[in-house]
C-alpha cells in the first residue's frame, strides 16, 4: 500500500477526532499484516490523562480485529511540520515490533517515513523481559 494511501485515510479518521480540550485533531491509519486498515483518532477526556491518542486507538481496533503483525502505521495533523508519535505511543508502537512504517504527515501533504525502532532507541521491549533462566 502507498503511504498516500494510508495517509488518506488517517486523514479521514481525523475528521472524527474528539478533541474539545486541545482543538488538536489527530487521525491515524493502521496497516495490518492482513492487508486490511484501521482507523483512529484522538479522544480526550475531561481528566486530561484519561485521553487516547489516535495512533494508540488504530492499534488498539487492529488488535481487536485480531491482526497479529503490524505493517505501517500513518498519523496526520495539521502542524506545521509533520506530525510525530508521543513518547507512549511510541513505546507501545515498539511493542509490534522494530520494522514498522512510521509515516508522519501533515495536513500540507507532507509526509516523513522512519522505522518504529529508529523512533525510540535503546527501547524497553518484550526482548527486555526474558529472564536468564
Ligand atoms: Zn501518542
Redo the contacts with the bound molecule.
Sequence with gaps: MEPEELIRRAVEARERAYAPYSGFKVGAAVLGGTGRVYEGCNVENASYGASL?A??VALGQAVAAGEEAIEAVAVVADTEGVCT??G??RQVLIEFGPDIDVIMANMRGEHKIVRSGDLLPYAFGPENLKTKE
Design positions: 491518542c495512533e494508540r508519535p508521543c507512549i505511543c
